[in-house]
């Protein structure tokens, strides 16, 4: 058997023996699926339509406006008396909006004075509010073509244009954002799902004393590295299969209709991100290798190992609410190529072959660079003394 697979093997089970680290590895590709999970059931149920069921609308003084109340009766509202302080009720939660109707309407003619106590902060106020600002202006719509229509003018002429919106897209905006938020999600999988036995073994091999024995051993120390540049690899696909695993069964759980989702991401879908991620996870394990052997503790280490996985997670979240058009230039950033297609993978999008192919070349030449640098710093005698 070769220095490397005796390396590899014996990185292997020793992380596989420690099944706290395992068990804290296989959370985090857990928490995506599971959070994402939540928040699209959690929207999905705000914005389901109870059939009817109108708006419930806590009014003051809807006596002042007959036609105005008999237009929202009309449309399913039920109107309620608002509780006396009105300001507070809206502040503390207690209703998501108060409607406050003049006490007396000078003319027919002359326009309502309508006002909304509002609390913008509360996201369950967002729903009844729309509703509400929805009956507004189709009350506003019709009386103005009702006056119009009164004085002998068309009511057309106040419309000058007619717009129609036409979703040619295969997901509604709202699916889209959350299926972009997947990204995130994966990037942090790719750069702390081998992170534990990285630190261990050389941070938390050289603290324990085990790491100067192995290294005396006539092996090279490139061999050393290679094996277990191996096994970090493998547990890190090992946490992206789970990841994978889990939000296929996050897509065949959640309510799609009322997210208006078309198409969500299937088995053989998700299965295009392995090419794509594949080296995104080589470019994660050599960074972690090089901090791992340029830090002097394991406490110093952690520090810098909990920063790495941030810098490309914040960019993935800036593409998920800004997304942009993938050219040869973008695609070999690493990290960055690889959240824009993604992005488009799990949106279901026609996919580049040769920009996946751009993005990887480019990734695993940098890959290859760190993983120089890290042979590099193991040659050092200050590998083994640090301090």
């Known amino acids: 058997m070769s220095t ?57 003084g809807a006596d002042n406006a007959p036609d105005f109340e008999r237009y929202l009766r009309a449309h399913g509202a039920t109107l309620k008396p608002a509780p006396d302080d009105t300001a507070d009720a809206v502040r503390n939660g207690a209703v998501p909006f108060v409607l406050i109707l003049p006490k007396k309407q000078a003319s027919p003619v002359d326009p309502i004075e309508v006002r909304l106590l509002i609390d913008a902060s509360r996201l369950t106020s967002v729903v009844p509010i729309a509703q509400m600002m929805d009956l507004l202006h189709g009350y506003e719509r019709e009386e103005t073509a009702a006056r119009l229509k009164a004085l002998g003018v068309a009511p057309d002429v106040m419309v000058p244009l ?76 090992w946490a992206f299969t789970v990841q ?87 695609a070999a950033i690493p990290t960055f190529g690889q959240t824009v297609l993604m992005g488009q993978v799990v949106r279901g999008e026609a996919m580049s072959w040769s920009m996946i192919s751009i993005a990887a070349f480019a990734t695993l030449a940098v890959s290859m660079l760190l993983l120089a640098l890290a042979f590099r710093l193991y040659e050092r005698e200050q590998i083994l003394f640090p301090h």
């Not at 705000?46 to 708006?55: D, N």
């Not at 750069?191 to 092996?219: A, C």
Request: with cysteine.
């Open 4 to 60: 490397v697979a005796i390396v590899f093997m014996k990185e292997m089970l020793d992380n596989l023996r420690d099944r706290r680290s395992i068990a804290m590895a296989m959370i985090y590709p857990l928490i995506g699926p599971i959070l994402l999970g939540l928040m699209i059931t959690f929207v999905a149920g705000s914005l389901k339509v109870v059939p009817g069921r109108g708006v419930e609308i806590l009014a003051v």
């Open 162 to 237: 007619h717009i129609q919106q036409e979703n040619v897209g295969r997901t509604m905006s709202l699916g889209a954002t959350f299926l972009n938020m997947m990204p995130p999600f994966i990037i942090f999988t790719l750069f702390l799902g081998g992170i534990y036995l990285t630190l261990d073994t050389t941070s938390g091999e050289r603290e324990r004393g085990s790491f100067e024995p192995l290294m005396i051993n006539p092996v090279s120390r490139s061999e050393v590295l290679t094996g277990k540049f191996c096994a970090a690899i493998v547990f890190t696909l």
């Open 244 to 330: 994978m695993f889990s939000f296929w069964i996050m897509t065949r759980l959640v309510p799609r209709e009322s997210l208006g989702l078309i198409t969500l991401p299937g088995a053989a879908r998700l299965a295009l991100l392995l090419p794509v991620c594949l080296p995104l996870a080589f470019f994660a394990v050599a960074a972690q290798l090089v901090i791992a052997s340029m830090t002097r503790s394991l406490k110093e280490a952690q520090t810098y190992m909990g920063l790495l996985p941030l810098v490309p997670a914040i960019a993935a979240m800036l593409l998920s609410f800004a997304p942009v058009e993938l050219h040869s230039v973008l």
